[in-house]
C-alpha cells in the first residue's frame, strides 16, 4: 500500500521522506509514521509552524536506524559471499 500523497501548496506532503509504506518498515516506525500522517490530518497548517516537528524527527530517526540496519546487514552478505568465492 503506498501512501496518498495530499498537495499544500505545490508540495507533497511526505517529500522529507524516504517510501513510508507499511509493508518495508519495522511496526517501531510503521506506529511513528501513522502517528505522523494522523498529526498533518488534524493540523493541516500546523506542520508550517512545527506542530508535528516532534514526530516527524523520530521518524527520520527510526528510518535512519532501519537504514543504518539494512546496510550493516548487507555488508555481511557481501562479506560472506566474496569470502565463498
Known amino acids: 500500500m503506498r501512501v496518498m500523497r495530499k498537495q499544500f501548496g505545490g508540495a507533497a506532503l ?3 521522506h524516504p517510501d513510508l ?3 518495508i518498515h519495522t511496526p517501531e516506525c510503521n506506529e511513528l509514521i501513522e502517528l505522523l500522517k494522523q498529526c498533518y490530518t488534524e493540523n493541516p497548517w500546523g506542520k508550517f509552524v512545527g506542530k508535528c516537528s516532534t514526530i516527524d524527527s523520530k521518524v527520520a530517526k527510526c528510518l535512519a536506524r532501519e537504514r543504518a540496519e539494512n546496510s550493516r546487514k548487507n555488508r555481511e552478505k557481501r ?3 566474496s569470502a565463498t568465492s
Do not use: I, R, T, Y
Open 14 to 16: 511526505f517529500d522529507m
Open 79 to 81: 562479506k560472506e559471499k
Open 21 to 23: 509504506s507499511a509493508d
